[in-house]
């Protein structure tokens, strides 16, 4: 007799079989019960990953900002860059020419 055999079929088959039984409906309950289950649990750390993934997005797009504040209000030359670029600021004599998509 093979190993699995002695086990339900011995002298405490019962119990073992009684023991299957029950962690089976156990384990149906703990991934279909509404509200607190398994499933539940892994689209809730899913979630709790796709969130993260955004704050180091965030994190990096705040950094990126503080470094070119910090080089607009120390760097004159990039100021005028910047002002010139975004507003379309010219020195006396410039010519600026504003080309729209």
């Known amino acids: 007799m093979r190993w699995p055999g ?8 019962g119990f073992f ?6 962690t089976c409906i156990f384990v149906f309950i703990m991934f279909f ?3 607190t289950n398994v499933i ?12 993260e993934k955004q704050i180091r997005m965030y ?4 950094d990126r900002m503080e ?15 910047f002002a ?5 600021f010219a020195e006396p004599g410039d010519d600026v020419y504003i080309i729209e998509p």
């Open 40 to 51: 539940r649990w892994i689209r809730s750390g899913m979630e709790i990953h796709r969130q």
């Open 17 to 22: 079989k009684y023991a299957v039984v029950v």
């Open 67 to 81: 470094h070119r504040i910090k080089m607009l209000t120390s760097d004159r030359d990039t100021l005028e860059e």
């Open 84 to 88: 010139r670029e975004e507003f379309y």
């Open 33 to 35: 019960k509404p509200g």
């Open 6 to 13: 002695k086990i339900f079929n011995g002298p405490h088959g």
């Open 59 to 62: 994190n990096e797009e705040i």
